[in-house]
């Protein structure tokens, strides 16, 4: 025990030494927590839509009208016709053409049916789906609007459905994203750091000369381990402070189980970072790998892109990161409030991961070759 | 009991087809000071790192300490220091925190610490830059305060991997002075070297030649026998008819 | 010019002995394709949602058959929605009220923490319960898709991943490589050498420019024959267009590395101050028009979002040169800035 105290004493200085380890431990987090859920904004708002009204009626003026104030859509001007109005989407001025056929109100009146022709760059497929999907919305409501008026009599045949939305009723991304950013940041630090942080000792040279000495192969990776526990709890707390303070995201449930299951996760992400070090000789090859390793996780993790959607092969390489759990389970504690009878499944899992990233690393590392 | 530092019997070490160390055996006394020489690729450090038990033999046997490098290598760490090639204390530690760290891990007390790392400073005469930090020091410095450093704990035998490359002569000179007031002391030396004038400072010396130890015995007897005016030439004699290129 | 090319073919050396540059050069690029292409799909399919009904009866039956039916939902069992949720084991809940055949109204719940999801099967469902039935006075919405009528999830990505990519080659392993020569000293050696300082970077450059292309034409043959998505403009100005990237990124690199002094400092600058950005505001994933002003005028320094724009205008709207001069002219103007700025800076570290 008095040596690991050497060890963790020695580790502490050398990390509060570092002027170039520091802000990428402590300030970096912060400024990317506060720039990143600005940027990574799924939203589909600001569509704008390239209009060509051939018709001119009352009726295409005030569906226009309606289509602006919609909040979603952002008309983007009149075209005379319809190449013109491709012109607008080939230079991504416009994402989707709306255009509202010559007698559109007299046919509508007098024929009963008439079409309205919507055309989307659907390249970014997300944006044209939910685009057209939102448009049709518009239209169907102002379609029921103008039955109302031109058969007053009629009663609604329809099913009245009423969505609600729970958790994030104002559909705000934010509050989506920040939790998962909040991970990754955490993840991207500690991983890294520990991983190069090792290898360090090995390119340097230092590591050999603990190795001759009696520290316990325990000790020294519990050395290691510790000083960079400590710092992914510091790293997490001004986190949530600043989704409190910043994005008024307060965790609705329980911050004990929260920090429980972080502190395995922390056990886990450093299992790993070591498992890469013992892989490694110099702190180049140990980014290249983590970097790799950790641009899969990222992506897999069910941060941008809902692991649901993935065919099987996905989900299961998304159920082989430990970081999966924790964005969902994140997620699920400060959204949904879920307590621990709701996460007991994904803890067992983070545990059994850091197990055996643990047991892997500390049996690939060797005091002697 | 047992007044051997090092015995050593067939030892070897193969890294596949290649046979660095090729089954040597030699006894070290204790409190001798005992040279290590080969020509560059000889497989001194490889030797060097099995008795410290930073590798696993291939086969043969040896004891450090009176402990099996088998099977005791832990026991061994306990009672020796070591000072690699590469410069290995923390650079960005200062001079009185590596005593401190490395005392600590192993085992002396705080009154130990205290009253050693005084003791140090004040024999290197480190006073004004015990807050230093060690990457600061001129190499020369660094060298005997990293020698100083491996034998803190007062180890049964140090091994010494070319302590003195690169630094210059007088300091050279010193940092021998440190090594034989540390064999006063009572601590085996175990050293290697390439200068010859630092191998007639030892006790007994070997010099290896591929893998194998051709020549043991005192520098004196060493001269006399390869009729020799200086260690050098006797080095030339044995290194000459090495097959394997230096490295 | 012979020693020219010893000089690249030491470089080449370089980079086929090292597993781990490997794994980075053609392991991460296949990779994301396939990734991009297969796993990460916007797509909802097989959403679990749960099914509370309170009334019984033929009517409401009828419709979660149907529910059932589409291959949207999967009915998951059980009816306490609010522990459902907690675990998240559903996305979506339907209620039938219990007088549902007289009032007609059913209620959506949705999991809206993931708002775009809850949105998409809110949508889903209202389309499923209530399909569009001929009314009186019917306005139809005719809607094409347009360049990706199948709604081919990968076609936004590979423009995004030969981007990244491409920027994380050029700059990241040029700088690398020449900060390694640095640290080693042996970029002293090849400096003292009768050669032209000009040509060793010339030739440190170059291995990276050819790598590049060769990742580039993997891409792009991944995506066409592996991910379907066609290349509908002229081949020969899509891979003109990309050199001129290519060889912005390589300035980025020589830039990079003539204001570093260690390997792990080029990493992290380039990893960390070019890759970051480039993901977040090339606009491949996150649309740039939800951002506020001043991080949308950062993206305008961002070469890739320029190259992004070409490489969706020529290679999936099959237009020409004219749609894309303006973005050719910017991505063309930067490369010269930088490369410009990273000679002079290389000449005074030299002088």
Redesign the interface.
Known sequence: MRTLRFLLEKEFKQIFRDK?LLP?IFI?PVI?LL??P?????????I?LAVIDHDHSSYSQQLLSKIGSSGYFHITGNAASFPEAMKQ????EADIIIEIPANFEEQ??KE???????????????????G??Y???I??D??SE??MK??PQQAN?????????????Y???R??MVPGILVILVTMVCGFIAA?NIVKEKEVGTIEQINVTPVKKWEFIMGKMIPFWIIGMIDFTIGLLIARLVYGIIPVGNLFLLYGFLSVYLVALLGFGLLISTY?DT???A???A??FI??FI??SGL???V????V??KV??RLSPVTYFI?VM??II?????FS?IKIPLLIEIAFAVILNGWAIFNYRKTA | MNEKAITCKGLTKRFGDFIAVDNISFEVNTGEIFGFLGANGAGKTTAMRMLCGLSFPSSGEATVAGYDVFTKQESIKKNIGYMSQKFSLYENLTVKENIRFYGGIYGLTNAELKEKGEGLINKLGLHSESKKLVGELPLGWKQKLAFSVAIIHQPKIVFLDEPTGGVDPVTRRQFWDLIYDAADSGITIFVTTHYMDEAEYCNRISIMVDGRIDALDTPANLKQQYKAETMDEVFYALARGAKRSAD | MKQFLVFVRKEFYHVFR?R??L??LF??PI??IL??G???????????IIVVDQAKDAASEQLIAKINASSYFDIEPGEDME?A????NI?CAVVFPADFEN??????????????????L??Y??SI??P?S????????????????A???S??FVPGVIALVLMIICTTLTS?SIV?EKENGTMEILLVSPFNPTYVVLAKAVPYLVLSLVDFILIILLSVFVLDVPIRGSLLLLFAESTLFIISCLSLGLLISSVTQS???A??IS??GMM?PTI??TGF???L????LP?RIISYFIPSRWYY?IV??VM??G?GFW?VWKQTLVLAGMTVTLLTISIKRFKIRLA
Not at chain 1, 89 to 92: G, L, N
Not at chain 1, 308 to 311: C, F, L
Not at chain 3, 85 to 88: I, P, R, Y
Not at chain 3, 137 to 148: A, F, G, K, S
Request: glycine fraction near 6%; charged fraction near 15%.
């Open positions: 170039g990428v970096m990317q720039i990143m600005l940027a990574a904004n799924f939203d589909v708002k600001n704008n989407i080939e230079s991504e509508l009146i009963g049916a008439e079409p309205i022709y919507l055309a989307a760059d659907a390249i970014n497929g997300t944006k044209a789906g939910l057209s999907s448009l049709n919305t239209l169907a102002f379609n103008i039955r031109l058969l045949t329809g099913i009245d459905i009423r969505s609600s939305d729970w958790f994030n009723p559909l705000n991304y509050i989506y190069l490694s702190q180049l090859q980014m290249f790998v970097f790799f641009i899969i992506l897999m941008f892109i809902s649901d959607n993935m065919p092969w996905g390489i998304a969902d997620r699920m959204l949904k409030g879920s307590g709701d | 090292d781990r540059t794994l980075i392991g991460l990779m994301q990734l991009f297969y796993a990460l799909t916007t797509e909802v399919k097989n959403a679990k522990a949720f907690k675990k998240g996305r009032e007609k109204r059913i209620q959506i719940i949705a999991d809206a923490s993931d708002p775009n999801t809850a949105k998409t809110t949508n469902l209202t319960i209530q569009p001929a009314q009186p006075y019917q306005i139809i919405p005719v809607t094409r898709m347009l360049y990706n009528p709604l081919n999830g076609m936004n690398v390694r390997q792990q400092t990493m992290l990893m960390m970051l977040l505001f994933i996150f649309p028009e939800n951002m506020p991080l724009f969706k205008a999936l709207k237009l749609a």
